[in-house]
């Protein structure tokens, strides 16, 4: 497999970069092929802005997906834009990596997702009309390759359970799985989470990073997440509600998006 891993923490000495490290060698170790992307390291620019458009008119008012369009179709965006694009069309499975920050990414990966995920490439692809509402959520570019997170966490697991504090893990990810993974057509498999991960010692270090491994090596065989398809029949085109014979009238919630029960590893 070829395997991209996109790693977003500023620090190479930090448990994450501990965890990178761990995960790469077990990959290539499988024979794998792994190509990474230290977002901090490489000095990536995060923000969205007239740079990332070199063919806009200087007096043209700036409307981000426009331009995002038309520079993804005149393959105009920003090399380093390009590069990473290159990438993921390379890689058949990616890992973004990243400490879990006021729960959610690193502003500098959500910036790389804000900015690599053009319009044309990840969104805004296929038919848009009354009978099909584009390629996404199953379908898109990136379809038939695989995804996941790992995510390291200073809470503990029990206040990231159903009924913990925090809210359910698998709802915190579910913008990030669903919304940016499975949207341009990844299969999605269940995040890899570290909990309680600040006081971490050698002793606390050696079950996660062998759970990190077993990870490692199921990776092409582990289940995705069971998201329904968006253009599987369960949802009524154009208004894209669940049909309401497949959920009780009452069901709230992310989990209505699954056919099963998804589940964190
Ligand atoms: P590090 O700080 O590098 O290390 C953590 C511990 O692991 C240290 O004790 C270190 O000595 C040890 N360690 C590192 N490498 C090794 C190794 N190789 N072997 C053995 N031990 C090692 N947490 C939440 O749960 N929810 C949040 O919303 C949240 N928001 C945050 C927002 C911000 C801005 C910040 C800074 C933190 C937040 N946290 C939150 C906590 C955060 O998730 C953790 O600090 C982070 O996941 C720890 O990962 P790290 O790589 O930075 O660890």
Do not use: C
Not at 76 to 97: C, F, P, R
Not at 132 to 150: F, H, N, P, S, V
Not at 244 to 257: C, K, M, S, V, Y
């Amino acid at each position: 497999m070829k395997v991209l891993l996109i790693f977003a923490h500023p620090e190479s000495r930090s448990l994450n970069g501990a965890l990178r490290d761990v995960a790469i060698k077990e990959l290539e170790a499988q024979g794998h092929e792994v190509r990474v992307s230290d977002l901090y390291a490489d000095g990536w620019k995060s923000e969205v802005d007239r740079a990332d458009f070199p063919t806009l008119a200087p007096d043209a008012r700036l409307i981000p997906v426009a331009a995002s369009k038309k520079s993804f179709e005149a393959d105009a965006l920003t090399k380093d834009v390009k590069a990473e694009i290159e990438k993921l069309l390379w890689a058949d499975t990616l890992i973004l990596q990243f400490p879990l920050w006021w729960f959610s990414m690193p502003a500098i990966l959500k910036g790389w997702v804000d900015r690599v995920f053009a319009y044309g490439f990840a969104y805004g692809v296929g038919e848009h009309s009354d009978q099909r509402w584009g390629d996404r959520y199953g379908e898109g570019t990136l379809a038939g390759k695989r995804a996941m997170l790992i995510v390291t966490a200073g809470g503990w697991e029990e206040h990231y359970a159903t009924r913990g504090v925090n809210g359910a893990i698998d709802d915190l990810l579910f913008p990030i799985n669903h919304g940016i993974l499975y949207y341009p057509g990844y299969d999605v498999l269940p995040p890899f989470v570290a909990y309680s991960v600040d006081r971490l010692d050698e002793t606390g270090f050696a079950p996660i990073a062998a759970r990190l491994r077993e990870r490692m090596r199921t990776l092409a065989t582990t289940p995705p997440i069971p998201y329904r398809r968006q253009n599987g029949g369960d949802y009524l085109i154009p208004s894209m509600q669940l049909r309401p014979e497949l959920a009780d009238p009452g069901a709230t919630g992310f989990g209505l998006h699954l056919n099963g029960t998804g589940a964190s590893g």
